[in-house]
């Protein structure tokens, strides 16, 4: 009923800019928070950053001054703009939408992207 799918991911040098999107569709009336999650290679999954639907931000330390999110409420999206890439930051993107609504009547339920990669390489 509810999809989330991701785009922007590649392979790029460090230093280098990405810019991820994810967008959920169906019947939704309200999705609270959404985010990116990243797991590397033998690494437990990662919260990145996060924006509530009022627009309040939560950033890892690790990206803090270089990743920036943003959502576009109206297109129930949600927007990863990465620069100064680092080596480090190579992992598999998952978005991720928590609180989704579909109807007054049945529970809010959370939902998973498929995983977008980004390479950071020389």
């Known amino acids: 009923q509810v999809q989330l799918v991701e785009s922007g991911g590649g392979l790029v040098q460090p230093g280098g800019s990405l810019r991820l999107s994810c967008a959920a569709s169906?019947?939704?009336?309200?999705?609270?928070?959404m985010g990116w999650y990243r797991q590397a290679p033998g690494k437990q999954r990662e919260l990145v950053a996060a924006?509530?639907?009022?627009?309040?931000?939560n950033y890892a330390d690790s990206v803090k001054g270089r990743f920036t999110i943003s959502r576009d409420n109206a297109k129930n999206t949600v927007y990863l703009q990465m620069n100064s890439l680092k080596p480090e930051d190579t992992a598999v993107y998952y978005c991720?939408?928590?609180?989704?609504?579909?109807?007054?009547?049945?529970?809010?339920?959370?939902?998973w992207g498929q995983g977008t990669q980004v390479t950071v390489s020389s």
């Open positions: 991720n939408a928590e609180g989704v609504r579909l109807s007054p009547f049945r529970p809010a339920d959370s939902y």
């Open positions: 169906g019947r939704i009336i309200r999705i609270n928070d």
């Open positions: 924006v509530t639907s009022g627009g309040s931000t």
